[in-house]
């Protein structure tokens, strides 16, 4: 079955500590996006890639790191410069083409202990 | 500024009537609008999309229909079910620019 799996689905995080979410899809989309979701708020872009080893900062990305060295996967770091990381994080994928909707994965909650 | 606005942030429906969720955009360069359910603790799921040489597009219960000049789209679900309780999201990307613009959701629950 193709898809995006993001692991683990909750993640906790002391103060002060990096964190990596990892982020795979076997649908051979060329297109990988990071979003971040806070309550009552829409999802905001943090990180996008059209294509391996390139990558684009999104609307939020500050205290945000991302690599993207294989199609298959795109993981973001939050790093501890990250004044407020608390928040469900939400990976997608698509076709880099005009009119091509995004498919998301189930998301990774990450909290601050 | 929110390019994006979805101004209900809930909406109660009876079971097997209409529900009719809103959006409204403000960028002109907006071409391509979609819609998202989305489950608790879930990632969104696509419903449907529309560019925007089109001003209706339909898939079994689901149709949106847009109006350039008023800057607006609506998603109707007919006739709603249970399984349709989730929040629901509109996005849009201009041509060119792939990325997508949410807005904020509408909460959508259909009462028994």
């Known amino acids: 079955d193709g898809g995006i799996t993001q692991s683990p689905k909750y993640l906790f995080r002391k103060e002060g500590q990096n964190v990596t979410l990892s982020c795979e899809q076997n649908?051979?989309?060329?297109?990988m996006y990071w979003y971040r979701q806070d309550p009552g708020q829409g999802l905001r872009l943090i990180y996008y890639?059209?294509?391996?080893?390139?990558?684009q900062k999104g609307d939020i990305a500050e205290g945000y790191s991302v690599s993207r060295e294989k199609k298959e996967s795109f993981p973001l770091t939050v790093t501890s410069a990250q004044k407020n990381p608390t928040a469900f994080y939400l990976c997608?994928?698509?076709?880099?083409?005009?009119?091509?909707?995004?498919?998301f994965g189930d998301g990774t909650r990450l909290s601050i202990l | 500024d929110q390019q994006v606005k979805q101004n209900s942030p809930s909406l109660s429906v009876q079971e097997g009537r209409i529900s009719i969720l809103n959006c409204d955009y403000t960028?002109?360069?907006?071409?391509?609008f979609l819609w998202y359910k989305k489950y608790p603790a879930e990632g969104p799921t696509f419903l449907i999309s529309?560019?925007?040489?089109?001003d209706k597009n339909e898939d079994g219960r689901f149709t949106v229909f847009l109006n350039k000049s008023a800057k607006h789209l609506s998603l109707h679900i007919v006739p709603s079910q249970p399984g349709d309780s989730a929040v629901y999201f509109c996005?849009?990307?201009?041509?060119?620019?792939?990325?997508?613009?949410f807005g904020t959701g509408t909460r959508l629950t259909i009462i028994p």
């Open positions: 997608a994928s698509s076709i880099w083409a005009s009119n091509q909707p995004q498919h």
């Open positions: 649908l051979n989309h060329d297109a």
């Open positions: 890639s059209q294509i391996v080893n390139d990558f």
């Open positions: 960028n002109s360069m907006f071409d391509y």
């Open positions: 529309i560019s925007s040489i089109k």
């Open positions: 996005a849009a990307s201009a041509y060119g620019n792939e990325k997508l613009t």
